[in-house]
């Protein structure tokens, strides 16, 4: 069935390091994915999201790189900070009239000092 | 700016106990989703409603109703309460189409039941 999954559960990075996030999904009738952050607490927020047309796209200091071939996603963030510690999201959805978004289990990002 | 609100924020039941969790939205979205949270688990799509006056189950249905009141309105109804479904739910909307389908969540209803 359809499912997007995560390579890490759980990731620690230096302070000031760049983080990469992985996501790998199985459907590849998929034509739109998104990125969330999840902080303790509260509902995810939207970061980042990439359409199945594009191999890249940057935001302020995070970038998602999609490769079709494998189905493969991957968050990158630049110069990470405390601050972005959270637990991350990769999502699939496809652009129809019904969509739903489908959530991967995430990836727990923590930040060493 | 509310976006999504949803109510209430915690609740304890006891098993066999209903409840309907409210959820809504100024955003004008068409797509209003619920899901629930466990840890371990991710978030899991229990029901979603394209759009108004239509409904959809998602991957764990079973168990809950959901009611798409209006445009901004969806809720999510408990008839017997379970210890299984003590979690976090947290509603969702979009607006679907060509701008994308950006997801704006709510602060979540954490659920015990006992």
């Known amino acids: 069935g359809e499912s997007v999954g995560l390579h890490l559960p759980t990731l620690s990075v230096q302070e000031g390091d760049n983080s990469i996030i992985n996501c790998a999904y199985s459907n590849s009738a998929s034509d739109y994915f998104i990125w969330y952050k999840q902080e303790s607490g509260k509902g995810p927020q939207f970061i980042i999201d990439?359409?199945?047309?594009?191999d890249k796209r940057q935001g302020q200091r995070v970038t998602v790189l999609l490769n079709k071939t494998v189905k493969h996603l991957s968050l990158q963030i630049a110069a990470t900070q405390p601050g972005d510690s959270a637990v991350y999201f990769c999502?699939?959805?496809?652009?129809?009239?019904?969509?739903?978004?489908?959530f991967g289990k995430g990836t727990r990002l923590h930040i060493l000092p | 700016n509310a976006g999504v609100t949803q109510t209430p924020k915690f609740q304890v039941l006891k098993t066999g106990q209903s409840m309907t969790l409210q959820c809504a939205q100024d955003m004008n979205h068409n797509s209003m989703y619920w899901y629930r949270q466990d840890p371990g688990m991710g978030l899991r799509l229990i029901y979603y409603s394209a759009s108004e006056g239509t409904t959809d189950k998602g991957e764990v249905p079973n168990g809950y109703n959901v009611s798409r009141l209006n445009k901004r309105e969806f809720s999510l109804r408990l008839e017997s309460a379970a210890p299984s479904q003590t979690s976090v739910y947290f509603c969702a909307s979009s607006a679907a189409g060509l701008g994308g389908t950006e997801a704006f969540f709510g602060q979540g209803t954490r659920l015990t039941v006992v």
């Open positions: 999502a699939e959805t496809y652009e129809n009239r019904d969509d739903k978004i489908i």
């Open positions: 990439i359409r199945s047309n594009m």
